[in-house]
């Protein structure tokens, strides 16, 4: 036997080699292919995360959006009544203003050159 393992030392140290190098490589795939699985889930963890960070974020602006046009509405609201309300006074003291213009002329020539830095002249 010590003879044969002696001529065909070569033959079996090959044969050994040819059957343990694919085994050890065949073990180190494992690990790098395990590996590479939990880093691909790590990294779906991590891309679900931050999709529903990107969700609540989304949700939170949509929020403030309309929180903020509700606003604008309510002062858009109020601006209108505003507006209407001033309208109003100004058309009262329009008519009173062409009240006291029909009663008496001159007391709205002396008014206005109060008001604004004019001079009536009176062409009669």
């Known amino acids: 036997m010590f003879a044969?393992?002696?001529?065909?030392?070569?033959l079996i140290l090959a044969l050994l080699y040819a059957i343990?190098?694919?085994?050890?490589?065949?073990?180190s795939n494992k690990g790098a292919a395990l590996s590479l699985d939990?880093?691909?889930?790590s990294a779906n963890i991590q891309i679900e995360?931050?999709?529903?960070?990107?969700?609540?974020?989304?949700?939170f602006?949509?929020?403030?959006?309309?929180?903020?046009?509700?606003?604008f509405d309510r002062i858009e609201e109020?601006?209108?009544?505003?507006?209407?309300?001033l309208q109003e006074v100004?058309?009262?003291?329009?008519?009173?203003?062409?009240?006291?213009?029909?009663k008496n002329p001159s007391s709205i020539n002396e008014e206005l050159q109060k008001r604004f830095p004019i001079k009536y002249v009176n062409n009669k």
Do not use: C, G
């Open 90 to 102: 100004k058309r009262k003291q329009k008519s009173a203003f062409v009240r006291r213009w029909k």
């Open 38 to 41: 939990l880093a691909t889930n």
């Open 78 to 85: 109020k601006y209108q009544i505003q507006q209407k309300e």
């Open 61 to 71: 602006y949509d929020d403030l959006i309309i929180n903020y046009q509700e606003e």
């Open 4 to 10: 044969i393992v002696r001529q065909y030392w070569k």
């Open 20 to 27: 343990a190098i694919p085994l050890y490589f065949h073990q």
């Open 49 to 59: 995360e931050l999709q529903d960070s990107m969700i609540e974020q989304k949700q």
